[in-house]
């Protein structure tokens, strides 16, 4: 992708880097931007070499969540945007989050600075969440008058109760990195969040790549399944890996005490 692009994606190796490329609006988000991380998910998933992705901001913030100003110019565009086609159960708006989410492979979302609204929503939808302390995230569409819609409602039932989702979503409450993590809302904190989510990617990267995203996908199916669903979720996707080449080459290296070295993921997985 061109720089000039409004996400970009830039391989470190095993590693997807994909920015969120408008510092000059602190990122705020338009509808070519949210169409941008859909296209740039649908790349990363296509390749099964990578093995985890980190999600950024240029500048001085990750996101300062949807540019209205620049949004509301265009109100068709809105609409086309919130419709949602009969084939698929995500509008453009949900889909531009889900789609880390439903990526097999781990997202490591980087916070800092501003990160409100659906740029938080985004980050949100990743697996893990390295945040700055001096980071400030909100959920603040109650201030507009609003829900949150890009599938966050969804997401924030996994990180904290009922009461407290509540609280931080009707009042649209500003946190600071450090209040976030007190709430679940982020991972970890770290001075330098990006280093700390390429530091995580990386280690991810030694794992099987069958295993990782195995476990991404069992541990999302099964979080709130039946017994009898999550046991069959669990026989199905050991299953797949066990009759891919990366289960034994993880076996072989271990009986040998040497590092693995693996090939691509599976594509069961």
């Not at 000059?24 to 169409?35: A, F, S, V």
């Not at 990386?202 to 046991?231: C, H, I, M, Y």
Request: glycine share 6%; charged share 25%.
């Amino acid at each position: 992708m061109s720089m000039d692009s409004l996400v970009t994606l830039q391989k470190e190796g095993p590693i997807a880097v994909v920015t969120l490329n408008r510092p000059d609006k602190y990122n705020g988000l338009t509808i070519p931007m949210l169409r941008e991380l859909i296209a740039t998910a649908k790349r990363i998933r296509r390749d099964r070499t990578l093995r985890a992705v980190v999600l950024r901001g240029e500048g001085p913030a990750f996101s300062a969540g949807l540019d209205f100003a620049n949004a509301t110019k265009k109100p068709l565009e809105i609409v086309k945007a919130f419709l949602r086609n009969p084939l698929r159960p995500r509008n453009t708006f949900q889909e531009a989050a889900w789609c880390w989410r439903n990526l097999p492979i781990p997202v490591i979302a980087a916070i800092h600075g501003h990160c409100y609204g659906a740029g938080l929503q985004v980050a949100l939808a990743a697996d893990f969440r390295d945040c700055a302390p001096d980071a400030r995230l909100s959920l603040m569409e109650a201030r507009w008058g609003m829900v949150p819609d890009l599938t966050g409602t969804l997401v924030l039932r996994e990180l904290m109760p009922l009461d407290t989702a509540k609280d931080l979503v009707m009042h649209g409450t500003v946190l600071s990195g450090e209040e976030a993590k007190a709430i679940n809302l982020v991972t970890a904190l770290a001075d330098d969040p990006y280093a700390a989510a390429m530091e995580r990617a990386q280690q991810l990267a030694l794992r099987s790549p069958d295993a990782v995203s195995g476990t991404k996908k069992l541990l999302q199916a099964n979080w709130n399944a039946s017994e009898r669903r999550a046991f069959r979720n669990e026989r199905t996707v050991q299953l797949r890996i066990l009759i891919g080449k990366n289960q034994s080459r993880a076996m072989k290296a271990n009986f040998a005490g040497e590092e693995p070295r693996f090939g691509p993921r599976s594509k069961l997985l």
